[in-house]
């Protein structure tokens, strides 16, 4: 089993940057896939970016390739999402998830955290 807790959220200008935290325990981390997903107010929970156990491959939505960068250490059990040229539209609470195989379809994904909130402003 995984716990997974997320942090780095906060409010930056639209063209900023962040960077969130998804800090894992367990000593099964670097088994899982991890994938990072976001949620706005009244909108579906959707996919933004998801590597492999291993770190070798990832995959990104469209809305975010070129400005997101997911990267893993398991050394350190953790998850990282480097957020570049932040929109006001990436506005939405952001969760780390675990997954057994490579997916980036929510409800496959095992664990959740419980989301850091990152605003984007105008």
């Known amino acids: 089993q995984v716990q997974l807790v997320e942090s780095g959220g906060g409010l930056v200008q639209a063209g900023g940057s962040l960077r969130l935290s998804c800090a894992a325990s367990g000593r099964t981390f670097s088994t899982y896939a991890m994938g990072w997903f976001r949620q706005a107010p009244g909108k579906e929970r959707e996919f933004v970016a998801v590597?492999?156990?291993?770190?070798?491959?990832?995959s990104y939505a469209d809305s975010v390739k070129g400005r997101f960068a997911i990267s893993r250490d398991n050394t350190k059990n953790a998850l990282y999402l480097q957020m570049n040229s932040l929109k006001p539209e990436d506005t939405a609470v952001y969760y780390c998830a675990a997954n057994s195989g490579l997916q980036t379809i929510a409800r496959y994904f095992q664990y959740w955290g419980q989301g850091t909130q990152v605003t984007v402003s105008s």
């Open positions: 590597i492999s156990w291993s770190g070798d491959t990832t």
